[in-house]
C-alpha cells in the first residue's frame, strides 16, 4: 500500500527494498539459515578454525517458497504499476494463500490471480468437468507413476555402491518419471481444482520430456517459476540486450538460482549450474528459440531427426536430475561413475515389472495429448460414448490397483 501511495520514485524504492527484504528474510532463516551455517562452519573448519554453529530446530512452513514468490511478485508488480494495491485483506489473503497452489504451485500472479479472486463466478458444468478430468489425470500421475517410481528410486539411489551400473541407469530413469509425475501431477491437481471453482490458473507443464532441445525443456518445464526468474530477475538484470559476457553471467545466475530455490543443499546449485551449462551453447549461437511449437504438431509420430533430439534431451536432463536427487556432490559422483562401470551392459539386478509398462502407457497417452493443456482433455472425445467412459473407469481403477507404496512428495520441502 505504502509503495502505490509513494509520489516519489525514491520513496517508492525504498518501501519496495523493504518488503522484499522482508519477504525475503523469512524465506532466508526458515529454508536456508541452517545451510548457510553449516556451510561456513566447513569453510572455517578448512582453514583450521573448528566452529561449532548454532543451528535452529525450526518447523519449515508447508509452500513457503510459493507464497513467498507470490509475494514478491504481488509488491513488484505494484512498484511496477502494472496493478494497484488490494485493500480488501480477505482478496489479498486468498491470492497469496490459495490452497489449490500452495503445495506445489504454480507460482501465480497477481495481475492473473486477483481479478479472478475479486469478481463474481457462477458455476460452469463444462469447466468443472474439465477440472476434474484434470485432477484425474494428475491423481493417476502421482499415486500410479510418481509413487511406485519412488520405491525402486530410493532403493536404487539409497544403496547405489551396491548396483551395477545398469541398475543406476535405471534408478535414473525411474527419477526422471518419479519427478515428472510428482511435480506435474501436483500441478494438474490444483489447476483442475481451481477450475472448479471458476479459476483458472497458470500452466506450469507442457510436454517437458517431448522437448527438442533443453531450451525448449525450460520453456515447458515448471513454467511459472521460470517465467517468474525471467520476468522480475532475468529482464531487471538487462536480459540478453547486453555483452556476450552479461548474457552468460545472467544465464547463470538464473539457473543458479533456480537451483538453489529448489533446496538448501549444493546439490541443487550444482544442478543448475549443469543446466546453464547445457542452455549456453544454444543461447552464444542464438539457437534457443528454435522449437517454439509443440513436437510434430497435427502429426501421429515425430520425424527421425525431432526423435533423435528428444532422447538426446531427455538423456541430458536425466543425467542433471541424478544430481539433483542425489543426498550429496559426493553421492552423485559416486553414482554416475557406478553407471560407467564394466556392468552398464548387463541385466539390471532390479527388474521393476510391471511399472515400465504403466510408464510406457503413461507416455503413449502423453504423446497423444501432447498438443492439450493435458493429456486426457480431449482425447477420446470422438470415441463412442460407452468406451470414451471406459477409459475414465480404467484411470479411476487404476489409481486403487496400481496405487504405489510409498506416498512420498519430493517437493515438500519447498
Given at each position: 500500500?505504502?509503495?502505490?501511495?509513494?509520489?516519489?520514485?525514491?520513496?517508492?524504492?525504498?518501501?519496495?527494498?523493504?518488503?522484499?527484504?522482508?519477504?525475503?528474510?523469512?524465506?532466508?532463516?526458515?529454508?536456508?539459515?541452517?545451510?548457510?551455517?553449516?556451510?561456513?562452519?566447513?569453510?572455517?573448519?578448512?582453514?583450521?578454525?573448528?566452529?561449532?554453529?548454532?543451528?535452529?530446530?525450526?518447523?519449515?512452513?508447508?509452500?513457503?517458497?510459493?507464497?513467498?514468490?507470490?509475494?514478491?511478485?504481488?509488491?513488484?508488480?505494484?512498484?511496477?504499476?502494472?496493478?494497484?494495491?488490494?485493500?480488501?485483506?480477505?482478496?489479498?489473503?486468498?491470492?497469496?494463500?490459495?490452497?489449490?497452489?500452495?503445495?506445489?504451485?504454480?507460482?501465480?500472479?497477481?495481475?492473473?490471480?486477483?481479478?479472478?479472486?475479486?469478481?463474481?463466478?457462477?458455476?460452469?458444468?463444462?469447466?468443472?468437468?474439465?477440472?476434474?478430468?484434470?485432477?484425474?489425470?494428475?491423481?493417476?500421475?502421482?499415486?500410479?507413476?510418481?509413487?511406485?517410481?519412488?520405491?525402486?528410486?530410493?532403493?536404487?539411489?539409497?544403496?547405489?555402491?551396491?548396483?551395477?551400473?545398469?541398475?543406476?541407469?535405471?534408478?535414473?530413469?525411474?527419477?526422471?518419471?518419479?519427478?515428472?509425475?510428482?511435480?506435474?501431477?501436483?500441478?494438474?491437481?490444483?489447476?483442475?481444482?481451481?477450475?472448479?471453482?471458476?479459476?483458472?490458473?497458470?500452466?506450469?507443464?507442457?510436454?517437458?520430456?517431448?522437448?527438442?532441445?533443453?531450451?525448449?525443456?525450460?520453456?515447458?518445464?515448471?513454467?511459472?517459476?521460470?517465467?517468474?526468474?525471467?520476468?522480475?530477475?532475468?529482464?531487471?538484470?538487462?536480459?540478453?540486450?547486453?555483452?556476450l559476457g552479461l548474457q552468460v553471467r545472467n544465464t547463470f545466475i538464473i539457473f543458479?538460482?533456480?537451483?538453489?530455490?529448489?533446496?538448501?543443499?549444493?546439490?541443487?546449485?550444482?544442478?543448475?549450474?549443469?543446466?546453464?551449462?547445457?542452455?549456453?551453447?544454444?543461447?552464444?549461437?542464438?539457437?534457443?528459440?528454435?522449437?517454439?511449437?509443440?513436437?510434430?504438431?497435427?502429426?501421429?509420430?515425430?520425424?527421425?531427426?525431432?526423435?533423435?533430439?528428444?532422447?538426446?534431451?531427455?538423456?541430458?536432463?536425466?543425467?542433471?536430475?541424478?544430481?539433483?536427487?542425489?543426498?550429496?556432490?559426493?553421492?552423485?559422483?559416486?553414482?554416475?561413475?557406478?553407471?560407467?562401470?564394466?556392468?552398464?551392459?548387463?541385466v539390471p539386478q532390479i527388474k521393476p515389472g510391471y511399472l515400465l509398462t504403466l510408464?510406457?502407457?503413461?507416455?503413449?497417452?502423453?504423446?497423444?495429448?501432447?498438443?492439450?493443456?493435458?493429456?486426457?482433455?480431449?482425447?477420446?472425445?470422438?470415441?463412442?460414448?460407452?468406451?470414451?467412459?471406459?477409459?475414465?473407469?480404467?484411470?479411476?481403477?487404476?489409481?486403487?490397483?496400481?496405487?504405489?507404496?510409498?506416498?512420498?512428495?519430493?517437493?515438500?520441502?519447498?
Amino acid at each position: 500500500m505504502y509503495i502505490g501511495q509513494a509520489t516519489k520514485v525514491s520513496t517508492k524504492k525504498i518501501w519496495l527494498i523493504v518488503s522484499v527484504s522482508v519477504n525475503l528474510s523469512f524465506l532466508g532463516v526458515l529454508k536456508y539459515y541452517n545451510f548457510f551455517a553449516d556451510s561456513f562452519a566447513t569453510v572455517l573448519s578448512g582453514l583450521n578454525f573448528n566452529v561449532t554453529p548454532a543451528f535452529l530446530n525450526l518447523v519449515l512452513p508447508v509452500g513457503i517458497s510459493f507464497y513467498t514468490f507470490h509475494g514478491l511478485s504481488y509488491v513488484i508488480d505494484i512498484y511496477k504499476e502494472r496493478i494497484k494495491p488490494e485493500r480488501n485483506f480477505i482478496d489479498y489473503a486468498v491470492f497469496v494463500s490459495f490452497f489449490p497452489l500452495l503445495v506445489a504451485g504454480p507460482i501465480e500472479r497477481a495481475t492473473h490471480l486477483l481479478p479472478q479472486i475479486q469478481r463474481k463466478r457462477k458455476f460452469d458444468y463444462n469447466q468443472a468437468m474439465d477440472g476434474l478430468r484434470q485432477v484425474l489425470w494428475g491423481l493417476f500421475k502421482k499415486v500410479v507413476i510418481a509413487d511406485n517410481c519412488a520405491e525402486y528410486v530410493n532403493l536404487i539411489f539409497d544403496h547405489s555402491d551396491t548396483y551395477s551400473g545398469s541398475t543406476l541407469l535405471l534408478g535414473a530413469f525411474l527419477f526422471s518419471m518419479q519427478i515428472y509425475g510428482d511435480f506435474s501431477g501436483y500441478s494438474d491437481m490444483a489447476l483442475g481444482t481451481a477450475r472448479l471453482l471458476g479459476i483458472e490458473l497458470l500452466r506450469n507443464f507442457a510436454y517437458p520430456y517431448f522437448s527438442r532441445d533443453i531450451a525448449e525443456f525450460w520453456r515447458r518445464w515448471h513454467i511459472s517459476l521460470s517465467s517468474w526468474f525471467r520476468d522480475y530477475v532475468y529482464f531487471p538484470l538487462g536480459g540478453s540486450r547486453g555483452s556476450l559476457g552479461l548474457q552468460v553471467r545472467n544465464t547463470f545466475i538464473i539457473f543458479l538460482l533456480s537451483g538453489f530455490w529448489h533446496g538448501a543443499n549444493w546439490t541443487f546449485i550444482a544442478w543448475g549450474g549443469l543446466n546453464a551449462i547445457f542452455f549456453l551453447p544454444l543461447l552464444l549461437s542464438n539457437n534457443n528459440r528454435n522449437h517454439i511449437e509443440i513436437v510434430a504438431k497435427g502429426q501421429v509420430l515425430p520425424s527421425l531427426g525431432d526423435f533423435f533430439r528428444i532422447v538426446t534431451t531427455f538423456i541430458i536432463t536425466t543425467f542433471a536430475w541424478i544430481i539433483f536427487r542425489a543426498e550429496s556432490i559426493n553421492h552423485a559422483i559416486s553414482y554416475i561413475g557406478g553407471i560407467f562401470s564394466t556392468s552398464l551392459f548387463t541385466v539390471p539386478q532390479i527388474k521393476p515389472g510391471y511399472l515400465l509398462t504403466l510408464i510406457a502407457v503413461f507416455i503413449c497417452i502423453e504423446w497423444l495429448g501432447r498438443e492439450e493443456p493435458y493429456a486426457i482433455a480431449r482425447l477420446g472425445y470422438k470415441w463412442p460414448r460407452i468406451i470414451k467412459y471406459a477409459f475414465y473407469y480404467l484411470i479411476v481403477i487404476a489409481l486403487f490397483v496400481f496405487a504405489g507404496d510409498q506416498q512420498q512428495f519430493i517437493y515438500f520441502q519447498f
